[in-house]
């Protein structure tokens, strides 16, 4: 238990229900490639662990800072055509990644601290504003490069061997599944996600993320006790800029492919957004909550209204109400209804009914 | 005569479209407390937030400790020894009364004895220790507002309105503490609507009124003298009678 609450940060979750939702959630993603058949399956469970980080790191500036950016994922998009372009350039080899990575991470920081120092100093919302041009203009310069990115066909590259599907780690199966190179990138993925969360979980646990709680509440007040407000709020957006940046890394080594639609649109910033209100703005365990029910909703919702609209037939009006092709108004009903039963979060709400 | 440990020459600030210190001068000797009394509106908390930098002075100096500050950012003037406890009971109320106090600290934990002062000064925030700030009481933010400012030693604090739509039994803790404090040679200045509890404390005093300070002289010699408060003070002093 010690060594449980060392690990978190002396941040364990505040009830009963919220850490049995989180222990079934972190046990699930575990043992995912031997619980679940099917391609489908590990692909939710893969991109679970990247929106993780990356709605994770969006809260550290949202939900702990209070700093509301729509530069996010610019950040995801950097590390995903970082890592993504250094494989389809330099071959598919570790060296590539870890060279894209790093270009990437300098990249994003660079522009991190450019728009915080220019712009943290003015009203939110022009900070929100801002960082909505910036965004735009990279999303655009990302389809207009062609020669470089691929426009808006993106890249498609392979990883290295290790990660391939046509790789085995060994012969022979583990519960009656081979372990090939999709199973050992899944773990990779699942070993970052891990690192990065208990990391973030440090940075806001520590006396560095209690002055970001204050300054979220009242920047005045932060500054009256001898914080220079600026200066904190400008390394938050870097460190959140950098885990974001990793995240795009997972998603480009997990689908060797980087495109703008999977990394740079604004649906992923508009999802991001809801999985992080959804979970609980200002805990990092609202986002793994949030990104698993968003995720998973969007996976499954429509193969469960199929199933639930043959299920009903006969009885007038249910099954057409229930076609799969109804998915994403009932995904909105969802949300809606989470907001307003939940307006605290899953997590604010669980957390208080201790 | 010495240098006062603060002083204001021809302080004016404006906020917006308004003139709110029309030259304020004011002298805050070293060592005792001072209350800047007037009525509402006089522009008692708006020279508080000047001399702490929230608000810019537009003419007019203000120099604290022998250094000119009134340039100088809030967060360089609370570094250099200056607290700030405003009036609206600021706490951070998503943090603990621990945590609260650790963060005012900025430099690592705070001392165990000074700590431990504290709590005797306000022994309610003991109890609530590991208790989120926003759950306490008007009166418990108001000991922690005040807590927070003197976690560490510091040279001057600008109280204002500790008293304000506080309890009886509150407001006695308070006085406690606060001649306590001046017993340890920190220099106070303090807003104060409640004549009784300035009275109590104070050594010297300057009364605003329009932006300007139209009074400033001994306590003692305010407080015996009728007539000059009624002057000065008018109905603001009836009605904390």
């Known amino acids: ?354 | 005569m010495p240098e006062p440990l603060l002083s204001l020459s021809g302080v004016h600030t404006h906020v917006g479209p308004y003139h709110i210190l029309q030259g304020v001068d004011l002298a805050v000797p070293g060592g005792g407390v001072t209350a800047l009394l007037g009525r509402n509106g006089a522009g008692k908390t708006s020279t508080l937030r000047t001399v702490m930098g929230l608000w810019r002075a537009s003419a007019g100096a203000i120099r604290f400790a022998g250094l000119e500050i009134t340039k100088a950012a809030t967060p360089d003037l609370a570094r250099g020894g200056i607290a700030y406890v405003p009036e609206t009971m600021s706490v951070f109320s998503d943090l603990t009364v621990r945590e609260n106090l650790v963060l005012a600290a900025r430099a690592g934990p705070p001392d165990a004895a000074r700590l431990d002062w504290i709590l005797t000064l306000f022994p309610a925030l003991r109890t609530f220790w590991s208790v989120a700030a926003g759950v306490l009481s008007g009166g418990q933010k108001q000991m922690l507002s005040v807590a927070r400012a003197i976690v560490e030693p510091r040279q001057l604090i600008l109280v204002d309105e500790p008293t304000k739509g506080l309890a009886p039994a509150v407001v006695a803790n308070m006085l406690a503490a606060f001649a306590e404090l001046k017993r340890t040679e920190t220099t106070i200045l303090l807003v104060e609507q409640n004549f009784h509890f300035a009275r109590s404390l104070a050594d010297t005093v300057a009364v605003m009124d329009n932006g300007r300070v139209v009074h400033a002289g001994r306590m003692a010699a305010l407080a015996a003298d009728d007539g000059l408060q009624r002057r000065l003070l008018g109905l603001s002093l009836d009605s904390h009678q």
């Open chain 1, 1 to 354: 238990m010690r060594f449980l609450r060392a690990l978190l940060s002396d941040d364990l979750p505040r009830s009963r229900a919220l850490s049995a939702i989180l222990v079934a959630i972190f046990l699930g993603l575990l043992f995912a490639p031997f619980l679940f058949s099917g391609s489908q399956a590990l692909n939710a469970a893969a991109k679970i662990l990247y929106f993780v980080v990356l709605a994770a790191s969006y809260d550290l500036l949202l939900g702990y800072t209070g700093i509301v950016s729509f530069a996010h994922t610019m950040f995801f998009g950097i590390g995903g055509y970082g890592a993504g372009l250094a494989l389809y350039g330099w071959g598919p080899s570790w060296s590539s990644v870890a060279a894209g990575t790093a270009i990437a991470l300098v990249l994003s920081v660079a522009l991190a601290t450019a728009i915080g120092l220019f712009s943290l100093r003015v009203q939110r919302i022009f900070f929100a504003m801002i960082t909505l041009a910036v965004a735009s203009v990279f999303a655009i310069l990302a389809s207009q490069l062609g020669w470089l990115t691929g426009g808006e066909d993106g890249r498609t590259y392979q990883v290295p061997p290790l990660l391939r599907p046509g790789f085995r780690l060994f012969e022979g199966e583990i519960g009656g599944v081979a372990i090939n190179g999709r199973i050992v990138a899944y773990y990779l993925l699942l070993v970052t996600a891990l690192v990065l969360f208990l990391a973030m979980l440090r940075v806001v646990n520590s006396p560095f993320g209690r002055v970001l709680q204050a300054i979220r509440e009242n920047d005045f007040r932060a500054e009256a006790i001898g914080y220079r407000t600026v200066l904190y709020r400008s390394v938050a957006n870097c460190v959140s800029a950098a885990v974001a940046t990793v995240a795009g890394v997972m998603c480009a080594v997990w689908l060797r492919y980087t495109g703008p639609a999977t990394t740079l649109s604004f649906d992923i910033m508009l999802d991001i957004l809801l999985m992080v209100v959804i979970g609980g703005m200002g805990t990092l365990y609202g986002a793994v909550i949030g990104a698993t029910l968003f995720l998973l909703a969007e996976t499954y919702l429509q193969t469960l209204m199929g199933a639930i609209s043959r299920a009903t037939e006969g009885i007038p009006l249910l099954p057409a109400l229930f076609h799969p092709d109804r998915w994403l108004l009932w995904l909105g009903i969802l949300f809606i209804g989470s907001v307003y039963f939940f307006p605290a979060g899953i997590v604010g709400r669980l957390g208080r009914d201790r």
